[in-house]
């Protein structure tokens, strides 16, 4: 049976409690392709991967998407940040690891693809002073906004799964230096 057309104002007027930290996302459909709600603000230190593409579009205010390119210009660190504004859409590639972060009175739109059966979500920490990973943690995944938060709160509250390998920082639990664009 096919769904009625959903009006998203009208869905935000009605339902923006929904939006919840630490992800303040909401699934709205999750069939042929997930379709999710997503407020602001968020503050979370974590790259996700995905082994499917997600298509971000920024309905109300703007975002900043931060990336590690994997293929980045000679010369350019892999970390870059993408601005997305008001109106705008950006389709990121599969598993390119990212950092959504949302500011306060924002809304986006993200679409994502339903996930092979073997394929792994993973969350990533990396060191805010030498860009080391820190921590990862995978998952197939099945409900993401619940495996996310499970998987920032275990992270935050452990602070051997924050301390860098290699140069020993303790990794950050909320973005610092972010300003919106």
Same mark, same amino acid.
């Given at each position: 049976?096919?769904?009625?057309?959903?009006?998203?104002?009208?869905?935000?007027?009605?339902?923006?409690?929904?939006?919840k930290?630490?992800?303040? =996302?909401?699934?709205?459909?999750?069939?042929?392709?997930?379709?999710?709600?997503?407020?602001?603000?968020?503050?979370?230190?974590?790259?996700?991967? =995905?082994?499917?593409?997600?298509?971000?579009?920024?309905?109300?205010?703007?975002?900043?998407?931060r990336?590690?390119?994997?293929?980045?210009?000679?010369?350019?660190?892999?970390?870059?940040?993408?601005?997305?504004?008001?109106?705008?859409?950006?389709?990121?590639?599969?598993?390119?690891?990212?950092?959504?972060?949302?500011? @306060?009175?924002?809304?986006?739109i993200?679409?994502?693809?339903?996930?092979?059966?073997?394929? !792994?979500?993973?969350?990533?920490?990396?060191?805010?002073?030498?860009?080391?990973?820190?921590?990862?943690?995978?998952?197939h995944?099945?409900?993401? @906004?619940?495996?996310?938060?499970?998987a920032?709160?275990?992270?935050?509250? =452990?602070?051997?799964?924050?301390?860098? @390998?290699?140069?020993?920082? !303790?990794?950050?639990?909320?973005?610092?230096?972010?300003?919106r664009?």
């Amino acid at each position: 049976m096919l769904s009625p057309p959903l009006n998203l104002p009208k869905w935000l007027e009605e339902n923006s409690h929904l939006l919840k930290p630490p992800v303040n =996302n909401y699934c709205i459909y999750n069939k042929d392709v997930t379709v999710m709600i997503v407020g602001g603000p968020n503050a979370r230190t974590d790259y996700h991967i =995905n082994e499917t593409a997600e298509w971000f579009y920024q309905y109300r205010g703007s975002m900043l998407l931060r990336v590690v390119d994997p293929c980045p210009p000679a010369g350019t660190s892999a970390f870059r940040d993408i601005p997305i504004q008001e109106g705008e859409m950006f389709l990121l590639p599969p598993n390119v690891p990212h950092n959504p972060i949302r500011f @306060g009175d924002t809304v986006g739109i993200v679409l994502e693809q339903p996930r092979p059966e073997k394929s !792994l979500d993973r969350l990533r920490w990396y060191c805010q002073a030498c860009s080391e990973v820190v921590y990862e943690d995978a998952f197939h995944c099945t409900d993401l @906004g619940s495996q996310i938060k499970s998987a920032v709160q275990a992270f935050t509250g =452990n602070d051997e799964k924050r301390t860098c @390998g290699k140069c020993g920082e !303790l990794a950050a639990v909320k973005p610092a230096g972010v300003v919106r664009p």
